[in-house]
């Protein structure tokens, strides 16, 4: 009995539904297109966080309080010295993977001469 009710409920609402869909396709097809193109247009509007340090640490943290008072007491030639850390500020940087075909060790002293040559200097 209780079924017979619901199936005869959900009949008549979708046959209504069906109905309106029907009787109104111009809505039913340029609503979507229009809600899809209002929605796109705000994703021009974001823009892309690349510094490390803004994602990951609080806004007024004590380690972005002391970086700012060491680097402004004690400023770094960057041109001079390149440390790790170095590579989380603004610049380019690339990343080189070095093997052997003979699987030899790569921290041989000859094999590290090797790659710290610089490439002006070979003859090719």
């Known amino acids: 009995m209780l079924r017979q009710v ?11 539904l069906g109905h309106f869909i029907a009787s109104h396709p111009v809505f039913f097809a340029s609503a979507p297109v229009l809600i899809s193109i209002l929605l ?21 943290s004590l380690a972005k309080i002391e970086r700012n008072l060491v680097n402004s007491l ?3 030639n960057r041109s001079k010295h390149r440390l790790y850390s170095d590579l989380q ?25 090797l790659i710290l040559k610089n490439p002006t200097d070979s003859p090719c």
Request: charged fraction near 20%.
């Open 6 to 16: 619901l199936h005869r409920g959900l009949r008549t609402c979708f046959s209504r």
């Open 40 to 60: 796109g247009a705000s994703f021009s509007r974001y823009q892309v966080e690349e510094s490390v340090e803004h994602l990951l640490a609080p806004q007024h």
């Open 74 to 76: 004690f400023p770094v």
């Open 89 to 113: 500020t603004p610049g380019r940087y690339g990343r080189v993977i070095v093997t052997s075909f003979q699987k030899a060790n790569m921290l041989d002293q000859h094999h590290t001469d």
